[in-house]
């Protein structure tokens, strides 16, 4: 049936006019109803159609027409409140317009920043430097305007603070044969150019879609050239032509006295390095706080060769293949760098592969690791009951908690009662009798048994309706993510987790619970990088 939407509306009622707003609704009939007729707010009381429309749930909205526009703008350019803000404040709005995460699944975005660009020139002296200070490159033709906008005007390349290939797509469909002859690939000489024209370059955010374009004269001008880098960040690059460029990157400064200012160093999945690239490197990095090798051929001896003077926070050290579980143990709990700075702590190992630490490894790193954890992966280590006593104690302080194997469904209960006596007879069908009074205090908010694959956790017990596992009274536990065929990642009730939170701020760079990869930078995690950070098992 057709419908039509009409709108009328009335004069306001004061004399002579006031400021009151009209009030439009939008009638929808359909184009035979009998029931209508012209009504309007006078006569409302008297009109049948009226009742009826109002049984029809009509949406009300406030609006304005040609009839009764706005007023006109009645400020003169540069005095309107925006503009007359202090810097430091209109700066941190602009800030927090240019970073605002886009939805989920969406593109990147700079939202408003090109209109306040050609708004008003206290507003483009503002902008701008949000503009250039977070350079986000998601393919060639952005690449080209950067270059093209740092050589025109020199000034902007004071700005750039960051450039992030993390969302590289090398795929790029160029309009005409012409535009794509024309077009500044990201090569090395156009790196070194993009390097040169950003004197005051802190980050640097790669990937794997741009390894060969790294040679060793980018390496060379990112760490030895750049004073003021602090992180950089080569996620996935394992192709030859990266190998030699690091490879004779290093051999060069073997014998000169050279150290790195980057505090933040991600070198996750370069599986092709070899280990005297992690000997050269390390020893040199004096302010290191984040440190991400998954998945790399790092030496015990490289670890043992970081500067005491480091403080590291984040560490991940998940399928490193080359340490064994004696040497991570030593460096943990015996190393300046990391026995009393630790917030997140990953090694998690593929069970199916390799071996992670045995039940005597798990006792005592449990004992030694700081208070001031906040994140910590197990998968693939061997887990028994002997450690849920640990495991307790660590929960006072954890946030988040990725167990090894060998536990059951009544382990598993054993974290969250705080009268273990209610277990004596050690049997998954006696967690369902426990007391909403005996849950023990804690601040776990993500539980994580991935590593539990088909029959080997039993899943009608865990979700039961009885397991105080999944029941609000274990709050603030409020994420249980579990490996199978119907279920990934359950939530009870989660709870938004926003960067910049006093609780929360720990997690630096996303908002997202069971990271697998430490993120080197404050920003959104995109393309590639959602791929190595959330999607893969290890």
């Known amino acids: 049936m057709a419908t039509t939407t009409i709108v009328r509306s009335q004069p ?5 006019p006031g400021q009151l707003h009209i009030a439009y609704k939008p009638i929808i009939v359909a184009d035979n109803s009998q029931t209508w007729r012209a009504t309007t707010v006078k006569d409302r009381h008297a009109s049948r159609s009226y009742s009826v429309s109002q049984s029809t749930e009509i949406a009300r909205f406030s609006s304005r027409t040609s009839e009764h526009p706005w007023p006109p703008y009645q400020h003169a350019p540069g005095t309107s409140p925006l503009e007359r803000l202090p810097t430091e404040i209109l700066q941190g709005i602009i800030d927090m317009v240019a970073m605002k995460e886009p939805a989920l699944g969406g593109g990147s975005q700079q939202y408003s920043i090109q209109s ?32 093209f906008a740092l050589r025109g005007n020199p000034g902007f390349g004071t700005l750039v603070r960051r450039i992030d290939f993390s969302p590289f797509n090398p795929i790029v469909l160029f ?20 390097l040169n024209l950003a004197p005051r370059l802190r980050e640097f955010v790669a990937q794997e879609h741009i390894d060969d374009e790294i040679d ?73 706080t984040h440190l991400d090798l998954a998945g790399t051929k790092v030496s015990a001896q490289a670890l043992q060769s970081i500067p005491h003077s480091a403080r590291i926070t984040h560490l991940n050290l998940s399928r490193c293949n080359g340490l064994t579980a004696s040497a991570i143990l030593e460096f943990l709990q015996s190393h300046p760098s990391v026995k009393d700075s630790l917030v997140v702590l990953n090694l998690a190992v593929d069970f199916r592969t390799r071996c992670g630490f045995r039940e005597n490894d798990v006792s005592q790193l449990l004992i030694s690791l700081p208070r001031s954890l906040r994140s910590l992966n197990l998968k693939g280590s061997e887990m028994g009951l002997a450690h849920i006593p640990l495991l ?20 598993l209960e054993r974290l969250f009662v705080a ?5 004596d007879q050690d049997e998954d069908a006696q967690c369902c009798a426990t007391p909403p009074a005996a849950i023990l205090s804690h601040t776990l908010r993500y539980l994580d048994l991935s590593d539990y694959v ?10 039961s309706s009885e397991c105080s596992i999944m029941q609000s009274r274990s709050a603030p536990l409020s994420v249980v993510e579990v ?43 995109c393309a590639m990088y959602r791929n190595y950070t959330f999607m893969r098992s290890v």
């Open 12 to 16: 306001p009622p004061t004399r002579p």
């Open 116 to 147: 306040l660009l050609n708004t008003s020139r206290i507003l483009y002296s503002v902008a701008v430097r949000a503009r250039y200070e977070h350079v986000a490159i998601h393919d060639s033709k952005v690449f080209r305007k950067l270059l």
């Open 175 to 194: 309009s005409s044969a012409k535009e794509r002859l024309s077009a500044d690939n990201p090569t090395p000489k156009t790196l070194i150019q993009c």
């Open 216 to 288: 060793v004269m980018v390496l060379t001008k990112l760490f030895c050239h750049r004073p003021h880098l602090t992180a950089a960040d080569f996620c996935g690059c394992s192709s030859l032509r990266f190998r030699t460029a690091m490879t004779t990157f290093t051999k060069s400064i073997t014998d000169k006295n050279i150290t790195f200012s980057v505090s933040r160093l991600s070198l996750h999945r370069c599986d092709n390095l070899p280990p005297v690239v992690f000997d050269q490197l390390l020893h040199r990095m004096n302010a290191l």
């Open 392 to 411: 307790r104690g660590l929960m006072m302080h954890l946030h988040e908690l990725a167990l090894g194997r060998g536990l059951t469904v009544a382990d």
């Open 419 to 423: 009268d273990s006596r209610l277990f």
């Open 454 to 463: 088909g029959q080997e956790l039993d899943l009608g017990a865990l979700f």
């Open 483 to 525: 490996a199978g065929e119907f279920f990934r990642g359950l939530s009870r009730s989660p709870i938004p987790i926003r960067v910049g939170w006093t609780d929360f701020s720990w997690k630096t760079g996303t908002g997202n619970w069971g990271m697998r990869k430490i993120p080197v930078v404050v920003g959104e995690v």
